[in-house]
């Protein structure tokens, strides 16, 4: 089984600085795009950054010019380096990671590459961790 392990969450003040990792294990071949996403309290999960198999990134308006996304094919990790955090509720950041390559042992194949203008955003994730949380504080 593919499992996704976050780490790096914690309680930070505004202004500051947070490094979070994901690593990947188990049985696949490759990962094309992974992502970061967050989630606070009553609302949906919103995506945060992706990178692709090509290294290609895209951020959200929120995060543009404070986040990095990248990640480290050798590792099997992806980074999001988060600068001048700005003060939030407690939200919780979950890696995900879209299967490529053949099917796994247990038969889990990759999903359609997205198309269109805005295809980055519209990857359907295989694979989601459990989440690392971040509070920043004002």
């Known amino acids: 089984q593919v499992q996704l392990m976050e780490s790096g969450g914690g309680l930070v003040e505004a202004g500051a600085s947070l490094r979070l990792s994901c690593t990947a294990s188990?049985?696949?071949?490759?990962?094309?795009?992974m992502a970061w996403h967050r989630q606070v309290p009553g609302r949906e999960r919103e995506l945060v950054a992706v990178?692709?198999?090509?290294?290609?990134?895209h951020y959200e308006d929120a995060v543009k010019g404070r986040f990095i996304i990248s990640r480290d094919y050798s590792a099997n990790a992806v980074y999001l380096q988060m600068n001048n955090l700005k003060p939030d509720v407690p939200a919780v950041y979950t890696c995900?990671?879209?299967?490529?390559?053949?099917?796994?042992?247990?038969?889990?194949?990759?999903?359609?590459?997205?198309?269109?203008?805005?295809?980055?955003?519209?990857?359907?994730?295989?694979?989601w961790g459990r989440g690392t949380q971040v509070t920043v504080s004002s």
């Open positions: 995900a990671a879209v299967l490529c390559g053949p099917p796994t042992p247990g038969g889990l194949a990759g999903p359609p590459i997205p198309d269109g203008p805005d295809k980055i955003r519209n990857y359907v994730y295989n694979f």
């Open positions: 188990g049985p696949y071949v490759c990962l094309s795009a």
């Open positions: 990178v692709t198999k090509d290294t290609t990134t």
